[in-house]
Structure formats: C-alpha cells, structure tokens
C-alpha cells in the first residue's frame, strides 16, 4: 500500500507537468503497490478561485465559497486519472464526500470526523489507482465542508491512517524540509529524519511544508510521513513518530531549524480601568471560543500596577479576534504588520543560553524584537514583518544551519552571549509558552 500525495506546486498548471505526475504514479502501480493519490487543487488555483468568489460578492456565503474551492482539487482528480488512463494504468478519481470524508466544524476550518473508505477500497481491489481530491469532505448535512488552506497534507495522512499505511508520502517542490524554507534562505540545509513533534512546531511555527494538523494526526497515529520533490528521486525527509522508538537523547538537543510565519498579527490589550472586570481568562476562553489560536503571550504591568496583555493571532483571525476583544472595557492595539520568527528544536531551555543568543543576533541585525515568548521546543519573537527575512537569515546563521558549519556546534559568534536575556524567562499566564519579558 503506498498513500501519495501531490500539492498544488507539484501538479503545477501545464499538461507537461501532469503528465509528469501521471508517470511517476504509474511507476508505483506498476510495481504492484496498492496505490492511493490525494491530489491538492493545481498551482495557485485555489488562489485564483477566492480571487473569483470576490468578483461575485463583497463577502461571499461560506457554504458557497468552500463549494467553489472544492472544485480546485475535483478538477486535479479528475485529470490525474485521466492522464494515468491515457497510460493504461486504470484510475477512480473521487471526490472528498464519494471517497468517505466525514467532516465535522464550520465552513473553511472543517476537522476530519471519520472515513468511510469503501470506495476507495473498491478501488483497490479492481487494481485501480484511488485519485482523492484532498482538502474536503462533507458534514452530516451533506454539504461540502473545506479543511482549512494546505488542508490536502490532512487528507492524505487521515487516508494513510484508516487505510494502515506505515508512511504518507508528501510530494511537493523542495527536497523535503530543510533548515530553513529554501525560497528565502539560499544555503537551508535538508534535514534526513526529524521527530514528528520537532516537525509539528515547526509547522505551527509557520513552515508551511507541512499542515500542522496533518502533523499532529500522523504523529498521534504512529505513522510516519515522507516529504520529499515531486521532480527528483531524492529521499527527502521523514517526519518520525515519535512513540515508534526514536530514541530521545540528549545529544539531540539543538535548534535544528528556523521558521517564520509572515502573516501574524500582535495584539496589546492595555489596562483596564480599575473598576473594569480584567481582560484575562474570559478573554482567552471567549477567543478559544472563537476557534483563535493566540501564541507569544505575555502579561505586563504598567506603572499604577494594573496588568495588560500582549499576544499574537494569525494575521487571518484579526477580525475574528476583534468582535471579542471589543467587549472588554481597555484599549486594545492591533499591528498586523508583525511577523513571527521561531528557532525550533529540542531541549532549548536546558540550553541557557539559547534564547541570548537568539536575542544577540536580531540585535546585531539591526532588527528590534517586539515580544518572545520560549518553550523546550521553541522559541518565538515577533518582528516588524519588513524585518523577517533577515531576521530568518540572522537566526540561520547564529545557529550554524547552514552548508559550512554541522548542526548544532555551539560556538557560534554569539553563543554564550546575551544570558541575560534568559534570565527575564517569566512563568507564561494562558498562553502556549512560558513568556519571555514583553519591551516596552
Ligand atoms: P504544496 O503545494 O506541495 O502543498 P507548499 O507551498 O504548501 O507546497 O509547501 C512547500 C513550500 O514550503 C516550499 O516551496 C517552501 O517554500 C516552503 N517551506 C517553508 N519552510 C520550509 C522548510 N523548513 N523546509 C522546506 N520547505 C519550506
Ligand atoms: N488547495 C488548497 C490550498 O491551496 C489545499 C492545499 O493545497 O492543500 O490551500
Ligand atoms: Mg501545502
């Protein structure tokens, strides 16, 4: 059984290209594998959709705009095997609902309830390749019900995992995840193996090689997930389970990659008045309420003694973000022009001088960070989003991820610097992370 998956990068927009896709497909069959494809929709079609839905209505139904994306990934079903019969391996394309996708939750942020594969079993058993449209599914009601944007990674490991595959296969256009994303720093290193919890980090931190999501369900499923280039025969990387007995040592303890997340938005909510119930876990209870992840959280104190508070959401949720934080009877300031840079690993508190040096270097660069917040597998700072690329390079560079220096050496120019920094390490209130000390 082999469960592959294609992104949009990989099934590109030309004939040329699908036909590309189509003959490495047919290779896997004809080797005899019982072969799954989940197919995300082309190139930036899904883009170019949303950008239609918006020429049709200022503000398009959800129901409406995710029955339109949806035919992004039919569409790639569909040719892809079309193109696999015009090579005489025999296809079912499938759309998320026919393939057995039950999805629960709202439009465009839809959670996989449970698959009923039948088809796609069906499928197999005639020697077909099973083509899955990722990224959808539908709800009790019958109605078409999206995943979320690079939702296609999630079908494709919740596949591999009700059909007992030991691996997911991701095939997209870098030679899986390197140490930085390749596209803006030239000298990122690929990574051979990583744990599946280092990985989820790193995509929640902002790589988006990986869906966060489909991290967390191949990493609670045991199964492991191959990234690797659709256009090479390069290993790639494998994101490990971690309960399939990696062995957790302390030598592994290291940054092993940075990651940056240029759509954030950073929220400061300031001192209420003194009769005013505090912003504080209403607050974060009614924004988790609001399905809004908040991270990089911090508690402040300002002079009269009255405590406010400092956190980022996805640039996406300010909105949503506002209708609740409006209720509260403080000042609330929005910058949504922050990015979030991350250095990623394992062990990085018992590193005390980890986070000093992270610190020293955006300094060095020239480059303010705005709040930090640290955790044993990361460590978070938003900065102004004209400032994350070099702030990504910066951070590469401190940790010697690059080509010349092996991984993980700690004598960098900065190492042992900035200690201090460390020492403003705070118990975090609400928040994901123990938060650093917020600037004023
Ligand atoms: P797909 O269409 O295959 O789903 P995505 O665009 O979602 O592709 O993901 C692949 C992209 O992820 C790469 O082109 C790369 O720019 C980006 N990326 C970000 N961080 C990393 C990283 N650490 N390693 C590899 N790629 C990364
Ligand atoms: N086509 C969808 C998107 O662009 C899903 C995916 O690519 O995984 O977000
Ligand atoms: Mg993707």
């Not at 490990?240 to 240029?262: C, F, N, Y």
């Not at 042992?416 to 118990?427: C, D, H, N, R």
Request: with cysteine.
């Amino acid at each position: 059984m082999r469960v592959l998956k294609f992104g949009g990068t990989s099934m590109g927009a030309t004939p040329e290209r699908l036909a590309q896709i189509a003959r490495r497909v047919a290779e896997v069959r004809r080797q005899g594998y019982a072969t799954v494809v989940v197919v995300s929709a082309r190139g930036d079609s899904t883009d170019r959709l949303v950008e239609e839905a918006l020429t049709a209505a200022a503000v398009p139904p959800p129901r409406e705009l995710d029955q339109l994306l949806a035919t992004g990934e039919a569409r790639s079903a569909a040719l892809l095997a079309m193109a696999l019969d015009d090579m005489g391996v025999s296809a079912l394309s499938l759309l998320g609902g026919q393939a057995g996708f039950e999805v629960s939750g709202a439009h465009a942020d839809g959670r996989i309830a449970r698959i009923d594969a039948t088809k796609v079993r069906q499928a197999l058993a005639r020697g077909q390749v099973a083509v899955v449209a990722g990224f959808q599914g539908v709800n009790e009601a019958g109605d078409v019900i999206t995943l979320g944007r690079g939702g296609s990674d999630t079908s494709a490991v919740a596949l591999a995992v009700e059909l007992d595959a030991e691996c997911c296969e991701i095939y997209t256009d870098v030679d899986g995840i390197h140490s930085a994303d390749p596209r803006l720093v030239p000298d990122a290193q690929p990574i051979p193996s990583v744990r599946n919890s280092v990985m989820a980090e790193m995509a929640y931190a902002g790589a988006r090689v990986l869906h966060t999501r489909a991290v967390e369900l191949a990493g609670r499923a045991g199964v492991d997930i191959r990234v690797r280039s659709a256009f090479n025969r390069r290993p790639g990387t494998v994101v490990v389970s971690d309960w399939k007995g990696t062995q957790m040592l302390e030598s592994d303890d290291r940054v092993i990659a940075v990651a940056h997340d240029p759509d954030s938005a950073r929220i400061t909510m300031g001192a209420a008045s003194s009769d005013a119930p505090p912003f504080g876990a209403e607050g974060f209870s009614l924004l988790a309420e609001a399905s809004v992840t908040v991270d990089v959280v911090t508690r402040f104190t300002d002079r009269s003694g009255r405590h406010g508070w400092d956190f980022t959401v996805a640039r996406k949720d300010v909105d949503a973000a506002m209708s609740v934080l409006t209720a509260f009877p403080c000042e609330v300031a929005v910058d949504a022009r922050v990015a979030k840079v991350s250095v990623v690993g394992a062990g990085l508190l018992s590193d005390p001088r980890c986070a000093g040096r992270m610190l020293t270097a955006l300094v060095a660069s020239g480059i303010e960070p705005l709040s930090i917040a640290a955790s044993q597998a990361r460590i978070s700072a938003t900065v102004r989003d004209a400032d994350c690329a070099r702030a990504v390079s910066a951070l590469h560079e401190e940790f010697l991820l690059g080509a010349v220096a092996s991984p993980g050496v700690q004598t960098g120019a900065g190492a042992g610097a900035g200690t201090g920094a460390q020492g403003a390490v705070q118990a975090g209130e609400n928040g994901r992370l123990g938060a650093l000390a917020p600037t004023p």
